[in-house]
């Protein structure tokens, strides 16, 4: 889970904010209750015994960075997917039953499986909620990381590091994708939890990685 972001929106840190009774961090983390390991990306405060917590080097890295930490502090062998989630989608959760379905039957013709799937809201990618083959995004960090000419992994856009992989787009009709990035984004998040009513978050529990 990325979480090392500089939040300059909000004006405070993202992971931490209070959203729904709950921080935002931790709505992220019931997305992640049934992997085997689970990473997140983002600063010393964010510390807990419930999940590894690593940094990009230099900090404020950006998502690929990120994602190219989390991964080397995964577990070898930990699952041959990845869960790539941003700290700021709260309805992750709700995500990935979607993105499980779409992984567990895709196929890119007779070259061989999809190298992921990704929700896509409003004709939009949203690639930081989406599951990958670990394998598929280890390559794409090392062809990144080797071309000087792609400036390397600080900085770069996730656009850059998806680019080459066969990725297959879920259609996220309810907007399980939306992040919260304003202020007005977190209490329009609020009223819509009031309206349905609360859940408890469990963000503990234990078949895939996450980064």
């Known amino acids: ?58 900090p404020f890295g950006g998502p690929v960075a990120g994602t190219a930490a989390g991964l080397a502090a995964l577990p070898d062998g930990a699952a041959p997917w990845v869960l790539l989630l941003a700290c700021d989608v709260p309805r992750a959760a709700e995500a990935v039953p979607l993105l499980v379905a779409a992984a567990s039957g895709t196929a890119v013709g007779p070259t061989g499986e999809a190298d992921g799937v ?51 787009r879920v259609a996220d009709v309810d907007g399980l994708s939306t992040d919260v990035d304003t202020w007005q ?3 329009q998040y609020a009223h819509g939890r009031a309206r349905l009513g609360t859940g408890s978050l469990d963000p503990h529990g234990s078949s895939g990685g996450t980064a």
């Open 1 to 58: 889970m990325l979480a090392g972001g500089r939040a300059q929106r909000l004006g405070t840190s993202k992971p931490q904010l209070v959203v729904a009774g709950a921080r935002l961090l931790d709505h992220v983390l019931t997305a992640t209750r049934d992997a085997r390991a689970t990473v997140v990306v983002g600063p010393d405060d964010l510390a807990s015994e419930a999940y590894v917590l690593t940094r990009e080097d230099p």
């Open 118 to 168: 990704h929700l896509a809201h409003d004709g939009r990618d949203q690639w930081l909620v989406g599951l990958y083959r670990r394998d598929a995004l280890d390559a794409a960090l090392d062809r990144l990381s080797a071309d000087p000419a792609d400036g390397g992994l600080h900085g770069a856009p996730v656009r850059r590091l998806v680019s080459g992989l066969r990725l297959t």
């Open 185 to 187: 984004d977190a209490e």
